[in-house]
């Protein structure tokens, strides 16, 4: 499992409850399951990238992670949902998180489909 960019520190202050959620949502993931609230998120095209919401006293949160990659699972974001307008992910998150699914692309290729000399 790969964390990308700030997502790691970004799990580390959520409460227990919600660490406790997104961690065993990551855990299905990496033994090749799904959480029960895991759903694709929109926008990705398909079920290579999903999301898991939870809440608790403090509001409610996000833990966005790929699946796509055959050896890795990679933790793309972690926040705070803020948003006032229904439950659709805000523009500016999608951004960071297709901006960490490329980072996520690049280092995969990079570190599992290196080319082994002949």
């Known amino acids: 499992m790969w ?6 520190a970004d799990l580390r202050i959520l409460s227990e409850e919600v660490r406790s959620i997104f961690g065993f ?24 990238v999903l ?19 055959r050896l890795a699972i990679y933790v793309l974001r972690v926040f705070q949902k803020k948003s006032k307008r229904g439950s659709a992910t ?6 960071k998180i297709n901006r960490r699914l490329k980072d996520a692309e690049r280092h995969y290729k990079e570190t599992y489909e290196k080319k082994t000399p002949q």
Not at 3 to 8: A, M, P, Q, T
């Open 51 to 69: 999301e898991v919401v939870a809440g608790d006293k403090g509001g409610t949160y996000r833990a966005v992670y790929a699946v796509k990659f």
């Open 25 to 48: 949502a990551i855990y299905q993931a990496e033994l090749g399951g799904k959480h029960v609230d895991a759903k694709p998120l929109k926008g990705f095209g398909g079920a290579g």
């Open 3 to 8: 964390w990308v960019g700030s997502s790691r």
């Open 90 to 95: 805000p523009q500016s998150e999608i951004e």
